[in-house]
């Protein structure tokens, strides 16, 4: 089994930045993907962004430039900038996922991050 536990995440005003991050254990394996993906608030979760074992990364188009995703080892790194209330989600962590999305399917999952955007 693989386990997935996540940090970070906060209230953070409109225009800051946040960093929340996942730690791998368990039977991990030595190269699997690491994805992050949200859920607002009455809306159907999204895919946020991937890294792969090799460092390959994807992300929705529409949050490009303002998250970037990274990795050191077993923890992945996602990195918020210029948040909006639009931002505002539980995110969660996701491993060996079968590709860098656009809708990856990954086996196991963190329990998930609020951050909360206020205006």
């Known amino acids: 089994q693989v386990q997935l536990v996540q940090s970070g995440g906060g209230l953070v005003e409109a225009g800051g930045s946040l960093r929340i991050s996942c730690v791998a254990s368990?039977?991990?394996?030595?190269?699997?993907?690491l994805a992050w993906f949200r859920q607002a608030p009455g809306k159907e979760r999204e895919f946020v962004a991937a890294?792969?074992?090799?460092?390959r990364i994807s992300f929705t188009e529409s949050l490009k430039g303002r998250f970037n995703i990274s990795r050191d080892n077993a923890t992945a790194f996602l990195h918020m900038h210029s948040l909006g209330p639009e931002d505002t989600a539980v995110y969660y962590c996701a491993s060996h996922c079968a590709d860098l999305g656009p809708a990856p399917d990954c086996p196991s999952w963190g329990r998930g991050t609020q951050v909360t955007v206020s205006s």
């Open positions: 368990g039977h991990t394996g030595d190269i699997y993907t």
């Open positions: 890294i792969s074992g090799t460092a």
